[in-house]
């Protein structure tokens, strides 16, 4: 299970940082966004990239090289997708992008989401219970 917790956790990585160069090539530019998307989105840049990435990067490779450490980056790692899900969520919510009317333009968006339901959870309670 280690091997593909690790494979789930690199997949993150690189999900995340190609979401990143994607937004910041067309979505950043994209005049159909609304500029409170844009403000709200380039918010989660630094988070994502410079907590998110580099403790799923760190967390994979102890799991491939079967090092302790790699319980508190899971599990770090984990419990920061889920705040920064929370928190999209709720942006999300109060934007109405979920509705039905506008579920089609934000199906990254949710997708993302889902993702985020079901990794970030995984990712915390899988180091959680290899303590």
């Known amino acids: 299970m ?5 494979i789930l956790q ?4 690189i999900g995340m940082v190609s979401f990143w160069i994607y937004f910041l090539i067309v979505e950043n530019k994209d005049p159909e966004k609304t500029e409170v998307y844009l403000v709200f989105e380039r918010s989660f840049i630094l988070s994502d990239l410079g907590w998110v990435v580099p403790c799923l990067f760190i967390s994979a490779l102890g799991l491939f090289t ?3 450490y790699w319980v508190f980056f899971s599990i770090a790692g984990g419990s920061a997708i889920l705040i920064l899900l929370l928190l999209d969520f709720s942006f999300n919510i109060q934007q109405k992008n979920y509705s039905k009317e506008r579920r089609k333009e934000n199906m990254l968006e949710i997708i993302l989401n889902i993702l985020c339901v079901i990794l970030g959870p995984l ?5 959680f219970f290899n303590m």
């Open 2 to 6: 280690d091997i593909i917790i690790a």
């Open 10 to 13: 690199m997949l993150s990585v």
């Open 66 to 68: 079967n090092q302790e």
């Open 123 to 127: 990712f915390m309670l899988y180091g």
